[in-house]
């Protein structure tokens, strides 16, 4: 354990050299193809920077923040793009923004009194959501969603999460005396919470130190009532503002033109979904490191149909008809389950992720107490 932090602290010093590189001579660069033929060499250190690492709690988020994110919002800042455009004022809230799952909030401008009933608020659905400058209308609200989500201190709600987190792991202890289904539902669980813990706790920096007033990076998924909900608006919200400037967007722009807007738009959330399932297949090779077997692109390519078709028929059906929460709730769970047991899961189970997930809760446990101070110790022994 000693070695994999001494190499994990390397590795994010490496990272931090490198966006200094990007902030102080990138940035200077014009945009366009020159400015990123210039970052090529970052994108290869944040390739390579994640093979450091073999623990999958060290391993895993740093093959996302740099390999996925990083190297996404680099892309788009080649172009004057994303959330690094305009550059950062700081150093540090360059590095922030270029390696963290954060979004800062947009504060729309106020508007003035005489003015918001002649000119009312529309959305800025296809533009930068970094660049939006009109609010957007108030959606209604489920009373279930506004009671579970509206919790006055989210901090309390973390650590209620983090509990289960831990009883989840404890559980594990009786694996050999439960029904898989069950063992696949905790695995469900230890995901889901896990991902929001390691995100809630990498943006703790970003909105202590340097006061930034954040998006949220989940938005109570388990309550997702479709397929479309639960990707666009609820699940790992930072993949969702990333994956639409890289994929949805210009995909839709190139062939609006050649397929019109039904097909363009299929096209763009297939594209997406692809994407999404191409950059799974990276993060998977990070920790098995081996090949890749492609069942979680396919997982992500059967989704991305199924939002697709899903998108169709609620603008064929309007709101003439629409299934109750009470059904779609466990309906779109129950797929989520379902098609990630047949195509998410399997590759990690194959190879063991799941066990030395759960081995290394352990470790981190032991590592801690061989570190602890003596008098630390002794006051808990006493």
């Known amino acids: 354990m000693d ?3 001494n190499n994990f602290i390397k590795v994010w010093i490496l990272t931090n050299t490198s966006l200094c590189y990007c902030y102080y001579i990138a940035a200077k660069i014009p945009k366009g193809i020159i400015r990123l033929i210039s970052l090529l060499p970052i994108f290869y250190i944040f390739i390579i ?7 999958f709690h060290l391993c895993g988020p740093t093959t996302f923040f740099l390999v996925w994110l990083g190297i996404f919002k680099l892309l788009l800042f080649s172009f004057n793009l994303g959330p690094l455009s305009p550059t950062p004022p700081t150093l540090v809230q360059f590095i922030s923004i270029a390696c963290l799952p954060i979004k800062i909030k947009q504060n729309p401008p106020q508007k003035s009194p005489q003015n918001t009933d002649q000119n009312p608020p529309t959305p800025q659905n296809n533009k930068n959501p970094s660049h939006q400058t009109t609010p957007k209308p108030k959606k209604s609200v489920n009373p279930i969603d506004q009671t579970l989500t509206n919790v006055p201190n989210k901090s309390i709600l973390l650590a209620i999460k983090a509990l289960l987190l831990a009883l989840v792991i404890r559980t594990y202890e009786y694996r050999p005396h439960l029904h898989p289904y069950i063992i696949l539902a905790l695995y469900c669980c230890h995901m889901y919470l896990g991902i929001e813990l390691v995100l809630a706790l990498s943006a703790v920096p970003a909105r202590a130190i340097l006061g930034f007033e954040l998006e949220p990076q989940f938005t109570e998924p388990y309550l997702s009532t479709s397929l479309q909900d639960f990707w666009g608006r609820r699940w790992n919200l930072m993949v969702t503002n990333i994956l639409r400037p890289v994929a949805y967007d210009p995909v839709r722009r190139i062939s609006m033109r050649i397929l019109g ?12 979904f692809a994407v999404s399932g191409l950059m799974h297949e990276a993060i998977y090779y990070y920790l098995t490191r081996v090949s890749p077997t492609w069942e979680v692109t396919w997982f992500f390519v059967l989704h991305g149909v199924c939002v697709a078709v899903e998108v169709e028929m609620k603008k064929a059906a309007t709101d003439r008809w629409r299934l109750h929460p009470m059904v779609s709730r466990p309906l779109t769970i129950v797929f989520l389950g379902v098609t990630g047991n047949w195509l998410f899961f399997p590759q990690l189970l194959r190879n063991g992720v799941d066990l030395k997930a759960i081995d290394e809760y352990g470790i981190m446990i032991d590592f801690v107490k061989a570190h602890l101070p003596l008098h630390i110790i002794g006051a808990k022994d006493s």
Do not use: C, D, K, Q
């Open 3 to 5: 070695g994999e932090i």
């Open 49 to 55: 920077l994640p093979l450091n690492l073999h623990s």
């Open 261 to 272: 807007p039904r097909w363009s738009r299929f096209l763009a959330v297939m594209s997406t």
